[in-house]
C-alpha cells in the first residue's frame, strides 16, 4: 500500500490560504470571493489571508502560470498556514507543474483541499508523497448562493477538523444542485438555487465488499496528466479505489468511453479494487455514462467483479462529500454502503 503522509486537522483559529492556480475567478468576483471568505471565518472560525496572486485578474493569472506555482510554493512554506484552499477551477493548472517543486510540498505537509483543475495539484501533492483533500472550491461551496448546504458544513467539519476515521458517507436526501445562477450577477448572489431530489447512488454492478486507497479526480483534468511525471505507474493502480467525475462541460458519451477504454488499455480495471462515479453535471448523459462504464469493464473486459457505484455526491455537482486522497475507503457493495475508514488527518 501506498502511504502517505497526513496534514495536521484543522482547528478554531487557525490560517489557511486561498489560491488562485487555474483561472484567476476570485479577482473578478470579489463579491462571490468575500462571502466564501466570511463564512471560513464565521461558520469554520478560521483565519483567513489570499497568496500574493489569488486576487489578481484573470488576465494576469492566466499569464503567469509561474505566480501560481510560487504562490503555492509559498504557502506551503509559510509554517503560519494550516491550510490551502482553492479559489476555483479551470483548465490549465498543468502549466504550473514545471514550476512545482514537490520537495517543497513533501517538506511542510498540510491541508490543500479544492477540485476540478485542482487535480492536477492533488497528483504533485501524491507524488510528494501527502494526502491531499478532493473537495469544495472557495468560489463553489463556500460561497453558495444564499447560505452553504448543512451537508456541505458538516462534511468539511468532519473531514478536515476531526482525526477520527471520517466513517460511513451517507447520500444527500436534501437534493443537490447544479442550476446556472450567474455569479457575475451580483443580485442574483443570495437567490438560493433549486434542489432536485435525489435517486440515491446507483450501485452498478458486483455484490461484494472491498477496500483500497482513493485515487482520482476530474476525468478531463486527468487526460491532461496521462503521460507526464506525475501520472502513476502500472503498480500504483492496486488496490485502489478510483474515483472519477465529469467537468461542467458534460463530456459526450462517447469521449467517456474514449477516455474508459485508454483505461482498460492501461490494465487500471484489472488492478483497482472498485470504482465510485460523481454525480454528472445537471445529471447529464447519467445513463449513457453508466452503460458505458459496463460496457467497457463488463462486456469488454469480462470484468463483472469490480464494484462500481455511480450518481455519487461528490464532483460538479452541490453539496459534496470530500475525498481524500491515499486513505483507505470500503465499499460494501451488499449492504449499499460507502464508508472512509481512516482520517486524512493527523491531531
Known sequence: MTTLTRPKSLKQGDTVATISLSWGGAGELLHRYEIGKRRLQEVFGLNVVETKNALKSADYISKNPQA?????????????????????????????????????????????????????????????????????????????????????????????????????IFQNKSGWTSERLEWFDK???????????????????????????????????????KGTDYWLSKSDWTDKILFLET??????????????????????????????????????????????????IRDEQGNNHLPIITEMDFGHTCPTFTIPYGVVAEIDSEQKTFSILESGVTD
Open 247 to 296: 467537468s461542467e462541460e458534460m463530456m459526450p458519451p462517447t469521449n467517456f468511453r474514449r477516455v474508459l477504454r485508454n483505461y482498460a488499455a492501461q490494465g487500471i480495471f484489472e488492478k483497482i479494487s472498485g470504482l465510485i462515479l460523481g454525480r454528472p453535471y445537471n445529471n447529464k448523459f447519467v445513463d449513457e455514462y453508466n452503460n458505458i462504464l459496463l460496457q467497457v
Open 68 to 168: 501560481r506555482a510560487e504562490d503555492l510554493m509559498e504557502a506551503f512554506s509559510d509554517k503560519s498556514i494550516k491550510a490551502i484552499i482553492s479559489n476555483i477551477g479551470g483548465e490549465d493548472s498543468i502549466r504550473t507543474l514545471p514550476y512545482t517543486d514537490i520537495n517543497v510540498i513533501r517538506q511542510n505537509p498540510k491541508i490543500l483541499l479544492g477540485f476540478s483543475d485542482t487535480t492536477v495539484t492533488h497528483f504533485a501533492c501524491y507524488k510528494a508523497g501527502l494526502t491531499s483533500f478532493y473537495g469544495t472550491s472557495l468560489l463553489v461551496g463556500l460561497a453558495e448562493n444564499g447560505e452553504m448546504h448543512q451537508y456541505q458544513i458538516d462534511d468539511i467539519k468532519r473531514t478536515l477538523f476531526s482525526s477520527l476515521p471520517v466513517g460511513q
Open 187 to 225: 443580485s442574483l448572489q443570495n437567490t438560493k438555487r433549486k434542489l432536485t431530489d435525489s435517486n440515491g447512488w446507483n450501485f452498478l454492478q458486483a455484490n461484494t465488499k472491498v477496500q483500497g486507497q482513493m485515487i482520482g479526480g476530474c476525468v478531463e483534468v486527468l487526460e491532461f496528466l
